[in-house]
């Protein structure tokens, strides 16, 4: 490797730093690599592992587009390195530059046909342009090079879920990257495992959403296991899943269940795979979560009056700003709303929270609730309140969805979650949401039209 190091001691200080870096990188300690790098490219700025290495490291600070900058460079430095070029398309795809990230994963493939990692990509770049399928064709090939890798083989799984092929994706749905390992013995369940006679352990994967869609399942579960189910979950869920009948306790806490209470852990997007559910035959028993009675009643004393002959509608116009796709998925704002509110006679409620909820003060019509929301039992309360909720694909949707609420879902055109297929306005998991879609991408006009035209019709049923 060049460098501009001209002594050997420098060369020497230079590979200590390395070592350290790497170190860092092991233990995951990213914004400590990344001082380490910059100090590695003040010296050597043409060292095209340290930028590619602190490329990697403000990936996970969420500095995509500096890490773009370093993957560019490091590329020029060494054209032929595939994985460069490779790794420079996956943060492409997060910033969503299909265009550049399809040019980088070819350039890839043009130096290493065999490269797993740009097969994979660019089946997901496709997939997102909807050339499905030239998607699923590079996504075999990523399979046939390696079998076992399971960015291709969980991408694939989305392709073929959002298609509706349930039965082929589950198998490789398995191979979800991001599943994690309990600090203690207990074995996680493996496709095929038996359950009867099993004291299960559900475990929060994903988010919110995640754990309420997946509820649904709590009952057939405990008669198929015939023993105790408990679910180790985030603190915002506990007081909602607490209620439930099927539940022996609700955890907040790895440190606390005791594993020697349990036979094997599940983590709980596991649980369609466990019932091999078909997008024909979704098991809906709504409404299935609940408010509580009491808490019900205090939160309806502390809203506003209902308005004379108008609904009660709930406002969620932003996600998680830190989920991959948030971009996509959320509004740009509370402004995008106006035409919204204001073909709609309604009584409206801002039902947004975190660093979004102080735009709802630019809405004069809109009622602000968040400060009710403290976790998702008080969510439920409020909810119970309202006559019908608009919002994008966030966790407040999965809520409604379980208690039965009407909601009308706003999804992306690109790239919407699997579990709302592509094409329908309904989806047999929640019966009485709609769903509302872009008929172009970052067209929410469309979607929002969909939404005040179903508003009108379940005012008039």
Not at 222 to 243: D, F, K, W
């Amino acid at each position: 490797m060049q460098t501009d190091l001209s002594t050997p001691n420098d060369a020497a200080a230079l590979t200590a730093l390395h070592a350290e870096a790497e170190a860092l990188l092991s233990r995951q300690q990213w914004q400590a690599a990344d001082t380490v790098y910059q100090q590695i490219l003040a010296c050597s700025p043409l060292d095209a592992v340290a930028l590619c290495n602190r490329a990697y490291c403000l990936e996970h600070l969420q500095q995509l587009p500096a890490a773009v900058e370093h993957y560019r460079h490091a590329l020029q430095l060494m054209p032929e390195e595939a994985r460069i070029a490779s790794n420079l398309a996956a943060v492409l795809i997060r910033l969503g530059q299909w265009q550049e990230a399809e040019n980088a994963c070819r350039h890839a493939l043009e130096n290493d046909a065999g490269c797993v990692s740009a097969w994979s990509n660019l089946g997901m770049v496709l997939a997102c342009l909807r050339r499905e399928v030239e998607a699923e064709s590079c996504l075999e090939t990523a399979l046939l090079l390696d079998p076992q890798h399971r960015l291709a083989s969980f991408n694939l799984s989305y392709l073929w879920l959002r298609q509706g092929r349930w039965q082929s994706a589950w198998p490789l749905y398995e191979q979800r990257p991001w599943l994690p390992d309990l600090p203690s013995d207990l074995p996680r369940w493996q496709r095929g495992d038996a359950l009867h006679g099993k004291r299960i352990l559900l475990v929060q994967e994903g988010g919110y959403g995640d754990v309420m869609h997946m509820l649904r399942y709590l009952k057939a579960l405990r008669i198929l296991s015939g023993c105790g189910i408990s679910l180790l979950c985030e603190p915002a869920l506990q007081r909602l899943l607490t209620a439930l009948p099927e539940l022996d306790a609700v955890y907040t806490s790895r440190s606390e269940p005791d594993p020697q209470a349990y036979d094997l852990w599940l983590p709980v997007l596991s649980l369609p795979v466990v019932f091999d559910t078909r997008s024909n035959a979704i098991p809906a028993p709504v409404p299935y979560l609940f408010a509580d009675e009491q808490e019900t009643a205090y939160m309806a004393a502390q809203l506003p009056p209902r308005a004379a002959g108008l609904p009660r509608i709930g406002l969620v116009w932003q996600g998680n700003t830190a989920f991959h796709n948030d971009a996509e998925r959320s509004l740009p704002s509370v402004q995008t709303l106006t035409s919204l509110i204001n073909s709609t006679r309604a009584q409206w409620f801002s039902l947004q929270t975190g660093a979004a909820a102080a735009q709802a003060d630019s809405l004069p019509a809109l009622i602000r609730a968040d400060h009710l929301l403290h976790d998702f039992a008080a969510t439920a309360a409020v909810l119970r309140q309202l006559d019908a909720l608009v919002t994008v694909d966030t966790a407040i949707a999965h809520l409604a969805g379980a208690m039965g609420i009407p909601c009308a879902l706003l999804l992306p055109e690109r790239m919407p979650d699997w579990r709302w297929l592509q094409h329908s306005c309904t989806t047999g998991w929640y019966p009485a949401t709609r769903l509302c879609r872009q008929q172009t991408a970052g067209d929410w006009d469309s979607a929002l039209t969909q939404a005040a035209n179903w508003l009108q019709t379940l005012a008039s049923a």
